[in-house]
């Protein structure tokens, strides 16, 4: 059974940074995509990054290009989310997500969900 759990969030005040991690197990991690997604009290659940273990493309929502960066390390099947220049738009709970199989993308129906970690931005 494929789990994944988030860590890494907090409280931070504006422009700091935090890195989120997303620990996979229970499964075969070579096709596999990885997404972030964020979701705050009265908004739709938003992707912000995505990368693909087979080719280790990437891609990130319009909202956080260029302070966000998604890496990963297929040796511990973990993915980090470095998050910079924090605002308080970007407080939400952030989980990782994981769409199995050669090809695979990201969606908004991935097949496995963590539970989240909650990434809060003061002013």
């Known amino acids: 059974q494929v789990s994944l759990a988030e860590s890494g969030g907090g409280l931070v005040q504006a422009g700091a940074s935090l890195r989120l991690s997303c620990a996979a197990s229970?499964?075969?991690?070579?096709?596999?995509?990885i997404g972030w997604f964020r979701r705050t009290p009265g908004k739709e659940r938003e992707m912000i990054s995505c990368i693909a273990s087979i080719d280790g493309s990437t891609d990130y929502a319009d909202a956080v290009k260029g302070r966000f960066a998604v890496s990963s390390d297929s040796t511990n099947n973990t993915v980090w989310l470095q998050m910079n220049n924090l605002k308080p738009d970007d407080t939400a709970v952030y989980s990782c997500?994981?769409?199995?199989?050669?090809?695979?993308?990201?969606?908004?129906?991935?097949?496995?969900w963590g539970k989240g970690t909650l990434v809060t931005v003061s002013s």
């Open positions: 229970g499964g075969t991690f070579n096709k596999v995509a």
């Open positions: 997500a994981a769409e199995m199989g050669i090809g695979a993308w990201c969606l908004m129906d991935m097949d496995y």
